[in-house]
């Protein structure tokens, strides 16, 4: 009864090679969120999906991009990775933001060689 | 600007002890607040959280925590350490002035001797 599925778990890419993520939910939730998280760090927000808007956050380079075709997936995009791309992609959802739960996902530990 | 402060980085304790994770918050407003805790490669996994009433807060697997808002505080506790308690903990505060996204502590590594 997985609720949110990230693939792959381990991804290893080229330096420059676009490589994408991809995020899956079972549970409806209107909310979808895509986190970096290097090694020994807190997970830090890209952005998220509020149904069908997309929020960037200010920080977030322009080599990641998103998407969400449907309610229950969402992708990862990263053009060009740089070795500083190497980290841990968590993906998260929730039914609303503020209060509510979010549901994370197993991640997406990603190597550039 | 919210900022969530984690005191200690890691934290050791031995089988049986008390477990006491600090997490101090700045905020304009009362937040919401949360505690995760995230095995070796897993996401994070909801542990507690409080919203508004009763500031003592029961969660999941034994933990804990108590919101003092004239202290900023929202200290995870346990009464006694298990094995399985070994992971890393994250205080988050979520404002609706800051869009109501989570804003993560640095986290803290709990590490239960035998």
């Known amino acids: 009864d997985a609720m949110v599925i990230q693939n792959p778990r381990y991804q290893v890419t080229q330096f420059g090679k676009p490589v994408t993520l991809s995020c899956s939910q079972t549970?409806?939730?209107?909310?979808m969120y895509w986190y970096q998280q290097k090694s020994s760090q807190a997970p830090k927000l890209l952005f998220h999906y509020y149904d069908k808007d997309f929020n960037n956050e200010a920080d977030t380079p322009d080599n990641f991009q998103s998407r969400r075709p449907n309610t229950s997936f969402c992708f990862l995009d990263i053009r060009s990775p740089g070795l500083g791309d190497a980290a841990m992609y968590l993906c998260?959802?929730?039914?609303?933001?503020?209060?509510?739960?979010?549901?994370f996902g197993p991640g997406t530990r990603l190597t550039v060689t | 600007a919210q900022s969530v402060t984690q005191l200690g980085s890691h934290v050791s304790v031995s089988e049986g002890a008390l477990v006491l994770l600090r997490c101090n918050y700045s905020?304009?407003?009362?937040?919401?607040l949360f505690w995760y805790v995230q095995y070796p490669n897993q996401g994070l996994q909801l542990l507690l959280k409080?919203?508004?009433?009763?500031?003592l807060v029961k969660g999941i697997n034994g933990f804990e925590a108590e919101f003092k808002k004239s202290e900023t505080s929202f200290h995870l506790t346990k009464p006694s350490a298990h094995m399985s308690d070994a992971a890393e903990y994250f205080c988050a505060v979520s404002e609706k002035n800051a869009g109501n996204m989570l804003t993560f502590g640095g986290g803290t590594r709990l590490m239960v001797k035998p």
């Open positions: 549970l409806n939730h209107n909310v």
């Open positions: 409080y919203t508004t009433g009763a500031t």
């Open positions: 905020s304009s407003v009362p937040p919401y």
């Open positions: 998260a959802t929730s039914r609303d933001t503020g209060l509510y739960e979010q549901y």
